[in-house]
């Protein structure tokens, strides 16, 4: 069966052959020896030896392919990417001073995602704007060296990837270099494993698995140990990171089943190639879609060259009365959620791991006929 291409955002096109496993696996998932244990795993306690082992295997596995240093935990909580927001203050603002006091926090705002958790953080610290993009509409991402960092700040956030916006941190800001001794923390919901990361410049990654590693319910944190234990006294025990780490993520029942279903991700990654392939792919079917749009007139691309997201290529028709035209001519031919999101419009191509470039091909195809009124 040719499924047809699905550019979702998120939650997002997962790889044909974890699904199809998935499938075979429901009634009856099989160990390592391939016995069967008369369960499928959301039926299993989480503290069972089969679901222990589909645990330890996702942790290792995504370990391995994001390459995260041994002074990191890797948690599977659950919230989304939205409830991080909140969670990170609660657990990091105190860092650079008294434990029960909420501290600062600084803000590089690029976008609709950085902004949103710009706004919740201000529940829960004392919160400011270090850069924003704004002035450009997000079109671009301010130079860190003109960056208003604010030296007793605990941690500054950014989000490496905007998912709505389109633009994308080419590289991580070095925080030390900028003079500045507060932990980064990164959103890279919409940037994990499609790329290696800098553990050395990072304190904190969170992501919502929807995008690049699974099914939504599963948060993936990475955080550097020595930032544990600095919680503020009103933060949930089911969010506070120590009570989390120490518990191996099981101080409350994990997201078992998403689990699961990025461990299969994981697994797929690492048959293709690991992060380093993913990367390559990435770059070819970005490039592809932006030349394409480069060299027509009808489609355009507002973002700075040097920030363009290899994850979401937000564009627009220069026509917009043809936008529903050319939204149904692309469903016809299974190019599926191409919609822009609504506070910016347009169109938009998400383009995560699991998209194949055939799927860019047959995109830039009907863009091109489109545009020649022949589709
Ligand atoms: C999708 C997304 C989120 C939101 O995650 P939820 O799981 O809906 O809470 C946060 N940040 C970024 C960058 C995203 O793309």
């Given amino acids: 069966m040719q499924r047809p291409y699905n550019f979702s955002a998120g939650p997002a096109t997962m790889p044909a052959e974890v699904l199809a496993q998935a499938a075979a696996e429901m009634l009856d998932w099989p160990d390592a020896n391939g016995r069967g244990t008369g369960m499928g795993v959301m039926e299993m306690s989480h503290r069972g030896k089969a679901f222990i082992s589909i645990y330890e295997r996702a942790e290792s596995d995504l370990r391995e392919l994001l390459a995260v240093p041994p002074d990191f935990k890797i948690l599977f909580m659950q919230g ?205 079917r970005a490039s592809m879609l932006y030349g394409a749009i480069d060299q027509s007139r009808l489609y355009e691309n507002r973002v700075d060259l040097g920030c363009r997201s290899r994850m979401n290529v937000p564009f627009f028709l220069r026509d917009e009365s043809r936008n529903e035209a050319f939204l149904a001519g692309a469903q016809t031919r299974g190019l599926l959620q191409l919609k822009g999101h609504k506070s910016v419009g347009g169109m938009r191509a998400s383009l995560y791991n699991a998209m194949p470039m055939a799927g860019v091909e047959t995109l830039v195809t009907y863009m091109r006929e489109f545009e020649q009124n022949r589709a």
């Avoid at 860190?144 to 389109?166: F, K, M, R």
């Avoid at 923390?185 to 304190?203: E, T």
């Fill in 80 to 284: 989304g990417g939205l409830a991080e927001n909140a969670i990170v203050p609660m657990n990091l603002s105190a860092l650079a001073g008294n434990a029960d006091e909420p501290g600062r926090a600084d803000f590089v705002i690029t976008g609709g995602w950085s902004e949103k958790s710009f706004k919740e953080a201000g529940k829960y610290c004392q919160t400011r704007v270090a850069a924003s993009g704004a002035s450009s509409d997000f079109t671009d991402i301010p130079t860190p060296a003109n960056w208003q960092l604010d030296g007793d700040a605990s941690y500054v956030h950014l989000c490496t990837n905007e998912t709505i916006h389109g633009v994308e941190f080419q590289t991580l800001p070095d925080l030390r270099a900028l003079g500045s001794r507060a932990a980064l923390v990164i959103d890279f919901s919409s940037q994990v494993a499609s790329r290696p990361v800098d553990w050395s410049r990072v304190g904190l990654a969170f992501a919502g698995a929807q995008k690049n590693l699974g099914p939504a319910g599963l948060t993936v944190v990475v955080v550097r140990q020595d930032l544990l234990g600095r919680a503020l006294k009103v933060c949930p025990s089911a969010f506070n990171y120590k009570t989390v780490a120490d518990n191996d993520s099981m101080y409350n029942t994990p997201p078992t089943y998403a689990i699961y279903m990025a461990g299969l991700v994981f697994q797929w990654i690492k048959r293709q190639g690991g992060v380093a392939e993913m990367e390559r792919r990435s770059i070819d």
